[in-house]
């Protein structure tokens, strides 16, 4: 065991630095409308009182989080008023100085120390093989490196420009402590991210039927069925009092205002329609494609009439509000339901089928996906919901690995557009490259297999995806296309992503299902 921990801190902090040194480097790249969203937070919460934090709206970009990441700002807006005190001046929009952006470009960089925490946690809950030296045959190493170096983080976080790590460092922390039956510490944990960043509500299903069914029934029968009477109402009370707390803290202030409706009105936005304006590669992308396509087929033979469609539907962007021509509109109740009837077979199978920390990473998996697929107003960046925690199944599952390399390769290309800067192109590709090439590798050699991890059609369909980004990042903008149809890499890449995002859940889903309680392997 000392051998082995000893082993683990000499590539661990390497490892950690290394990655926190290319962060620096992007200091001066570019940086999207998110950092000037963060900038107004740190000047709310700065210089209005709490009273006034969600009904203040100079700028568009009002404060939408929960009030625990309004906290988070107002503590950071202490250390920004030492690097330039203009930044926190609420009228003072589209403020970037220098010592602006690299305040809050560091502070991104300091506050992931959690998350690099939170990967080392995880990293010791996967088992090593006894005997090696190789270091590429260690679960634990190549976990390490799929987290601190995962692609879609470094250019969210540190070019693109959000706090995702920090965030992520709760979440990874939570499964940490589940993994090793520290449930409590795991539904504190995941109590607070919920009161930092409300999305994550997509995997608290599964938080709230694992944490019922394992740790309040404290016993099981031999076939796994439920036994009633080993139901601990104390457990209950333990996992209420601590929920009941954090949300108490966070929003109590704003509830003893009477300013509740007015946070959640925020906090829930349903008037923002189906799709961002970008499409994340869901099946709602699909959805929208295809009623274009049959309005398209519709008007040219005369089917239907051109100017009585929905303007958005003929518009040659995308656009945040769509009404569709030919499908039926979709509202945000049809969502909510397809996202609950999808998600209810994986809370059901780990209610009658309890199988420990796997049974419950897997359904955080499916819960995640399940939300992206089918959810409202989507954004691309969720996908990382289900990458980062599926790395840990990756390193310990042959079958698990193939599916990791199909749903990273095809959501973290999916996250192409958002640096459409040609100064950005270089880097995102050879970071994408570099994270592509070290999964396929050190995952097939992990599992120690000369056949490849992926079947034939996903073998042909990843081909497809080198295509199609050769195709929107180096052919099309020196097309004539480019004038006419600006809008078209951003829905080639959102529907074709979507595919393999579909795809990949469906297959997740069907890992879940058909695995015996009795054979289930525990992480």
Not at 242 to 269: D, E, K, Y
Not at 508 to 517: A, M, N, P
Request: include cysteine; glycine fraction near 4%.
């Amino acid at each position: 065991m000392a051998a082995t921990a000893m082993n683990r801190e000499s590539w661990f902090p390497s490892l950690a630095l290394g990655v926190s040194l290319l962060k620096a480097l992007f200091i001066n790249s570019y940086h999207s409308t998110d950092f000037e969203v963060h900038r107004n937070w740190l000047a709310i919460t700065h210089s209005l009182p709490v009273s006034r934090w969600y009904h203040e709206n100079t700028s568009e970009w009002t404060l939408d989080y929960p009030p625990l990441f309004a906290w988070f700002e107002f503590g950071l807006s202490h250390v920004a008023r030492h690097f330039d005190s203009k930044m926190l001046a609420v009228d003072n929009l589209n403020y970037a100085s220098p010592a602006t952006v690299l305040f809050q470009r560091l502070s991104v960089i300091f506050t992931d120390m959690l998350f690099i925490y939170a990967a080392r946690e995880c990293c010791r809950c996967v088992r090593d093989r006894k005997g090696t030296r190789d270091i590429f045959n260690r679960p634990s190493f190549v976990l390490a490196v799929l987290l601190l170096w995962n692609f879609g983080l470094l250019i969210v976080d540190h070019i693109h420009f959000q706090y995702n790590g920090f965030l992520f460092g709760f979440l990874l922390l939570s499964v940490a402590k589940h993994l090793r039956s520290q449930h409590l510490q795991g539904a504190l944990l995941f109590s607070i991210l919920l009161n930092l960043k409300h999305i994550y509500l997509y995997v608290a299903p599964a938080y709230g039927v694992f944490l019922l069914r394992s740790f309040c029934f404290t016993q099981d029968n031999l076939d796994g069925s439920i036994k009633w009477t080993s139901f601990s109402p104390f457990r209950l009370l333990a996992l209420g009092s601590i929920v009941a707390a954090v949300c108490s803290l966070s929003f109590g202030p704003f509830i003893a205002m009477g300013q509740l409706p007015q946070v959640l009105s925020r906090l829930f936005p349903f008037k923002r329609g189906l799709c961002h304006a970008y499409w994340a590669p869901n099946v709602w992308a699909l959805y929208n494609v295809l009623d274009k396509s049959l309005t398209t087929v519709g008007v040219r033979l005369k089917f239907l009439n051109e100017t009585t469609l929905p303007q958005a539907s003929m518009t040659g962007g995308l656009v945040q509000e769509f009404q569709h021509s030919v499908l039926p509109s979709v509202t945000p109740s049809v969502t909510v339901i397809c996202t609950l009837l999808s998600i209810l077979p994986a809370l059901a199978s780990i209610w009658w089928r309890p199988r420990g920390a796997d049974g419950f990473l897997r359904c955080l998996l499916v819960c995640a996906l399940a939300s992206f697929t089918f959810g409202w107003h989507v954004h691309e960046k969720a996908i990382l919901i289900a990458i980062l925690p599926l790395s840990l199944l990756a390193v310990e599952s042959r079958e698990d690995a193939g599916i990791f390399l199909l749903l990273s390769t095809t959501g973290h290309y999916s996250l192409f557009p958002l640096l459409f800067t040609p100064a950005e192109l270089p880097i995102k590709c050879a970071l994408m490259l570099m994270f592509t090439i070290f999964s396929f590798a050190a995952l097939r050699k992990l599992h120690s297999g000369r056949v490849s991890l992926l079947h034939t059609l996903e073998v042909v369909y990843l081909s497809g995806l080198v295509v199609v980004a050769v195709a929107c990042e180096f052919v099309f903008p020196l097309s004539p296309w480019q004038q006419k149809l600006p809008f078209l890499p951003l829905l080639a890449t959102s529907v074709y992503a979507a595919l393999g995002v579909c795809y990949s859940f469906l297959r997740l889903y069907v890992t879940l299902l058909r695995q015996d309680s009795g054979k289930s392997k525990q992480l």
